[in-house]
């Protein structure tokens, strides 16, 4: 049985591989913790890739109810990852954490209140989950974004940290000036502090 375990969730057209390298640097700064890094479930339907929900013709009307549709495939990966890890009744040893779409996704889980996680980080993301959020007593969560990020504005972390707050989400927002849609070193030392403090862990240096 693993102890902790951070499943990792890529962003639409990529794949699970292509977040190894974040992978390898919790595993060396988080020692004991357990990573997963998964497909997503569905091809990509713009090229190569795969997706957890379509994008064909996204707005932001519409956006809630495909990522409401993607749930019962994204839950099947968790669960199936869970069960992996020996992990199935203990979700409080989990965290998630996901880049663009796989961010998106990730918030979903917390708002929603389907998976009562140790955390969520999100690099890049924004919270398309529609009102009433319902997440779990004590969630947490940290918000990564560039300030310069032209495919999702940085306004849309400010936005989500702003809901999360109210709805009782213990909530981290940090915006990296002058970084575009990707991941940075700094923002993955916020993450890294972030997720040694929900599973009570200290870091390696």
């Known amino acids: 049985m693993t102890a902790r375990l951070i499943i990792l969730l890529h962003g639409v057209g990529s794949h699970g591989d292509d977040l190894m390298h974040l992978g390898d640097i919790w595993r060396e700064m988080l020692r004991g913790v357990a990573l997963a890094i998964p497909d997503a479930p569905f091809p990509f339907d713009g090229g190569a890739g ?45 965290a998630l954490a996901g880049f663009s779409q796989g961010g998106i996704m990730a918030l979903d889980a917390l708002a929603s209140g389907r998976w009562p996680v140790a955390g969520v980080v999100a690099f890049s993301a924004r919270l398309a989950t529609p009102e009433p959020l319902a997440p779990a007593a004590g969630s947490a969560a940290l918000l990564v974004h560039g300030e310069e990020d032209r495919i999702i504005p940085a306004a849309e972390s400010a936005s989500a940290a702003e809901r999360l707050r109210r709805a009782g989400v213990e909530t981290e927002l940090f915006v990296e000036a002058g970084l575009d849609h990707t991941i940075a070193p700094e923002g993955v030392l916020r993450a890294t502090d972030f997720l040694a403090r929900r599973f009570g862990i200290q870091p390696q240096v």
């Not at 099947?76 to 989990?94: C, D, F, K, M, T």
């Open 50 to 94: 795969r997706q957890w929900f379509s994008i064909a013709g996204v707005t932001a009307a519409n956006r809630g109810g495909r990522v409401a549709a993607a749930r019962p495939a994204f839950d099947r990966i968790l669960r199936e990852e869970l069960e992996h890890h020996g992990l199935a009744s203990a979700p409080e040893q989990v």
